[in-house]
């Protein structure tokens, strides 16, 4: 089957929005849990990979290193299949536009995914990055002594701007993520789904962007691995700002747009999916 068409993949994602909002409370907990997981193992790899590079030897390379491994994180959400915030940002919203959910489904399913990712990404960061020791303190030695010090130079930047900027990186950040989502819509392949995925999602890494549940893994691995300076104040501020920014990106420079191009005169000939019935939660 030849790639989807933009139009089409209008209607994809706007049925695709749908569905997410169609599922009973536990599932969509569950499903974003995993994202949360997912988008931690990208930022954990990304992290191993950029470390121990002298900057005055690669320069911004291990910004790119970084972002090349990144990329892992959102193929898991779209391949094996899970709930990402910063796409249901797109998704949903699209939806209500496309007038199969209403404001109130968004805010719900928007809240639940968060609040799944969150818990995804601390559990990752706790028990796989720091208790194993794959991220170090600065006691350790090694591999894991690098890692620290990559990550201490990451949450410097992520908690070092000043908060129009770091609102402004988040807007960038899921414009890009965003993309490579709706981008993906137009593959019918797996190997067709990772190709759109890879480009938009190494470009927001590489350029430094904030993305909201990344930083759900960045800054509490660094909080617990000790890192100076960074404490739970800055990590939800970051959120905050960040998730704002995200939530722009996606609802105005992704949805709306394509929204306004495909889909606003358009008739809507599908029907908006079913609930699951409360006995399947």
């Known amino acids: ?29 569950v499903s974003s ?46 391949i094996a299949g899970s709930d990402l915030a910063t796409g249901n940002m797109m998704l949903v919203p699209l939806s209500a536009m496309r007038g199969k959910i209403d404001v109130g489904d968004v805010a719900k399913n928007l809240t639940l995914v968060l609040l799944g990712n969150l818990v995804g990404a601390l559990f990752v960061a706790f028990f796989l990055a720091v208790q194993t020791d794959v991220i170090g303190d600065a006691a350790s030695e090694g ?9 201490v130079s990451i949450d410097e930047g992520k908690t070092g701007h000043s908060a129009w900027e770091t609102f402004l990186r988040g807007v960038g950040c899921n414009w890009l993520v965003c993309l490579a989502v709706w981008m993906s819509l137009a593959a019918t392949t797996v190997s067709g789904k990772i190709l759109a995925v890879f480009f938009p999602v190494m470009a927001f890494v590489a350029m430094g962007f904030d993305h909201v549940v990344a930083n759900m893994f960045f800054i509490p691995a660094g909080i617990w691995a000790g890192a100076p300076g960074v404490g739970w104040d800055d990590a939800l501020v970051n959120w905050l700002l960040a998730g704002a920014g995200n939530l722009v990106g996606a ?12 889909l606003r005169d358009q008739p809507d000939t599908t029907a908006a999916p079913a609930k699951e019935p409360a006995e399947r939660a």
């Open 1 to 29: 089957m030849s790639a989807r068409e933009p139009a089409e993949m209008a209607q994809v994602a706007a049925e695709t929005g749908a569905k997410k909002t169609h599922r009973t409370w536990d599932r969509v907990l």
């Open 143 to 151: 591999s894991s002594l690098l890692t620290y010090e990559r990550l």
């Open 251 to 262: 609802v105005v420079f992704v949805a709306t747009s394509y929204w306004y191009l495909f």
């Open 33 to 78: 849990f995993l994202a949360g997981a997912y988008i931690s193992f990208g930022a954990l790899v990304a992290i191993t990979v950029s470390s121990g590079l002298d900057p005055d030897t690669w320069g911004t390379l291990p910004t790119l290193f970084m972002g090349a491994a990144f990329t892992l994180g959102l193929v898991l959400v779209l």
